[in-house]
Nanobody
Framework: QVQLQESGPGLVKPSQTLSLTCTVSGVSVATSSHAWTWIRQPPGKGLEWVGYRAKSGNTYYRPTLKSRTSIDWDTSKNQFNLRLNSVTPEDTAVYYC?????????????WGPGTNVTVSS
């Protein structure tokens, strides 16, 4: 059974880099049997995908965030990480990691509990 847990700072200052980690248990993050996704939900808004690695191994980023976003994997720790550069208050959101998502409908097989991130000085 796949389980996911996000971790990272709850408060980030504008222009800094947001770094979040998703720790995976129950399966190796290196497997090609699962796709791994970062999703966020700004206050009062719907879910939006940030980036994901498909089962094919290709990585995709939300077009509006692509220039500021990177996702990498630490197979030794069974984690995958999100970095979002040059954050603004508009990046304030609950951030989730998830597996095996249908991006069009934002439905996923497994979700982490989410972590609140506020961008403020």
């Amino acid at each position: 059974q796949v389980q996911l847990q996000e971790s990272g700072p709850g408060l980030v200052k504008p222009s800094q880099t947001l770094s979040l980690t998703c720790t995976v248990s129950g399966v190796s993050v290196a497997t090609s049997s699962h796709a791994w996704t970062w999703i966020r939900q700004p206050p009062g808004k719907g879910l939006e995908w940030v980036g994901y690695r498909a089962k094919s191994g290709n990585t995709y980023y939300r077009p509006t965030l692509k220039s500021r976003t990177s996702i990498d994997w630490d197979t030794s720790k069974n984690q995958f990480n999100l970095r979002l550069n040059s954050v603004t208050p508009e990046d304030t959101a609950v951030y989730y990691c998830a597996s095996d998502c249908t991006i069009a409908t934002m439905t996923c097989a497994t979700w982490g509990p989410g972590t609140n991130v506020t961008v403020s000085s």
